[in-house]
């Protein structure tokens, strides 16, 4: 996926003659001003490829679990792992570009979860 990343922003730069890529300005990703026939920015191809990396690892976190012999089990949860560390480098991505801005969750609602599973564990 960083491969077509990559080969998107080469091939953007070539329709655009001798821009480079830090010369090209990034569009609005507002689509109701965006012609339908508008090329993906690179914002939105990111947040595409983070939506289709949190599919991909959900269907090989479920196949790696219905696995019956180790040799197979180990083979998924090899690509498992890599396509987690796929899914991180997208999202470490749109961090940096300011469109995921992760929060921290209240502490309340910390200890009332914790308080949940302790009760859950003693009854």
Known sequence: MIRFL???????????????AAEIAVPSTNTAEKPADAPLTQDEIL???LASQQQITA???SAAAD??????????????REEHNLHTTVLDEL????RHKP???PQNKIDAVKREFEQQSKG
């Open 6 to 20: 990559a080969f998107y922003h080469k091939e953007n730069s070539k329709r655009r003659g001798s821009e480079t």
């Open 47 to 49: 947040e595409d490829l």
């Open 59 to 61: 269907l090989y976190n």
């Open 67 to 80: 696995c019956t012999t180790g040799t197979l089990k180990n083979d998924m949860l090899a690509i498992l």
């Open 95 to 98: 961090t940096a570009r300011g």
């Open 103 to 105: 929060s921290l969750a």
